[in-house]
């Protein structure tokens, strides 16, 4: 269904019955209560918060001893704070949290060459929406300190931070020219 449609059935709609549908809908899904609740207080911390504790333990999943974390479920992490229609700075902090702690597992042990493959990209869509939105000093900063601290001892943490500095390098290049 379309915004429009939608808009034209709101209109045909008294107050009583708006407030109604509003309360049957933060009834019916979690993911509208969730919106509702932020709506109405507008505490951008404790949603944050909670993403950022998803996050850090879909990166602490661990499969035979190896990090396994799941980029689709820390992109959905990030994409929920985006849907609340976070400030700029909040959207580019929690993606800048997620490729720190990718960084910090992709020491910890061997990454599927997929997953990293999917934080090269997430580093280069931080990277981007930072440079939209005005907060890619800060965020280029963090993400150059967070590769850097990876390990250099180990072939597996060595490959991932040799590609997400790569990317980094890269994608300054073509922001800056």
Known sequence: MSKTTVKK??????????????????????????????????????????????????????????????????????????SLNADSEAIAEIMTFAVEKMCIAGSEGWIKESTQKSTAKLLHDTLVYAAKNGEYGITNGKLSEAIKNMRNDVWWSRDFKKMLYEELYDTDKVLNS
């Open 9 to 82: 059935a709101l209109q045909n709609l008294d107050k009583d019955q708006i407030i109604e549908m509003i309360l049957d809908l933060h009834s019916a899904r979690p993911e509208a209560r969730e919106y509702l609740e932020f709506w109405v207080s507008g505490d951008i911390d404790s949603k944050m918060n909670k993403a950022k504790a998803a996050i850090v333990k879909e990166v602490s999943r661990r499969q035979r001893t190896r990090p396994r974390p799941r980029m689709t479920k820390i992109k959905r992490y990030i994409k929920d704070i985006v």
